[in-house]
């Protein structure tokens, strides 16, 4: 009976961690579609984002209680929730940044979509190589430090392509508000990115500690 409840667990888990996946795929549509003034479509990827995000928190509330109540995995438990509250933060990030899109909307440089694609792009690797290797500590625990690694070093990509955007803004004729308006809208993207690591951060941790 211990072992169904732990198999079920891990099942909603692996349900939580689908919808971080689909919330950043999402979040790249919504990004492609701004950029291409689809603006219908872009707010019903907004509403999509917004519904995953919701459906994602419910889980995860229903997962901690959960793990308090049914003492299920209890050396773990506190990384496990740990980890979970983390990535959940990450996903809420992701729909934060569409819907100040969906507020603000920013007037971005023509010459910059490439980079904004590539940016969402590089910040989304992080967010699902995050989520591989939160998937791992469960099942192959030898796999986390490769993803590990993967996530360190599209962080640093995000980071490169951020600062180019902001060198190009920042050497236009624009008025300050407009380059500070950008540099808004790139650092918000770019905390997606900064908080996969932070995950990975707590995840690298996690592993230590299952082998002391």
Partial sequence: MFLKKTRKLETQIDEYLDLVITGGLIFKLGIRCYLDHQMEAFEGHLKDLRKVEENADDLRRNIEIKLYTRTLIPEARGDVLGLLESCDKALNITAETLLEFSVEIPNLLPELKNDYLEIAE???????NTVSGIRSYF??????RDYVT???FYKKETNKIAERIKRTVFRTDNELSFKIHTRYFTFHIERIAEQSEDVC??????IIKRFE
């Fill in 139 to 144: 099942r192959n625990i030898d796999a986390v």
């Fill in 122 to 128: 590089s910040s989304i690797s992080c967010l699902e």
């Fill in 150 to 152: 993967k996530v360190q």
């Fill in 201 to 206: 951060d707590r995840l690298s941790i996690a």
